[in-house]
């Protein structure tokens, strides 16, 4: 059995992380009667398996569903794969969003002279948005 503080370590996340995906109930650690939480293989596994998730930008709903796949060995994968087009096409939809943003904030900076005079396009943008 490894402590919190190893098994946040070898997982790749921080102790304040493991502590959070216990309190919700993602990964249950034997809590010893010194109040220490104690971590096995398996659940060292699945707190790196919620770590990728999470890098990967899952929501915890969706990183929630995706362990539980994970641990269902009579998974389909269909299931695996809609969880995953759902989560590519909220993030197409954010890139077109972040592109919308940065095309609109480049327009501002290109109208702007940057110099000493107290108008500026990027405040005047600022302020009609």
Known sequence: ??????AAKLSGLSIKTVRY????????????????????????????FLG?????GFSLSQ?????SLYVDKQ???????????EHLSEIEQRIEQL??????LAK??????GDAR????IIDGLAER
């Not at 995906?21 to 790196?48: S, T």
């Not at 998974?75 to 087009?85: L, Q």
């Not at 107290?118 to 396009?121: S, T």
Request: charge should be neutral; include cysteine.
């Open 1 to 6: 059995m490894i402590k919190i503080g190893e």
């Open 21 to 48: 995906y216990h309190d919700v109930g993602l990964v249950e650690a034997l809590k010893a009667a010194n109040g220490y939480r104690y971590y096995n293989e398996l659940q060292i596994r699945h707190l790196r």
């Open 52 to 56: 990728n998730c999470r890098e990967l």
């Open 63 to 67: 990183s929630q569903q995706l362990l």
């Open 75 to 85: 998974r389909s994968a269909s299931e695996v794969k809609h969880i995953a087009i």
């Open 99 to 104: 592109q919308q943003l940065q095309h609109s």
């Open 108 to 113: 501002m900076v290109d109208c702007c002279h």
């Open 118 to 121: 107290p108008d500026c396009p």
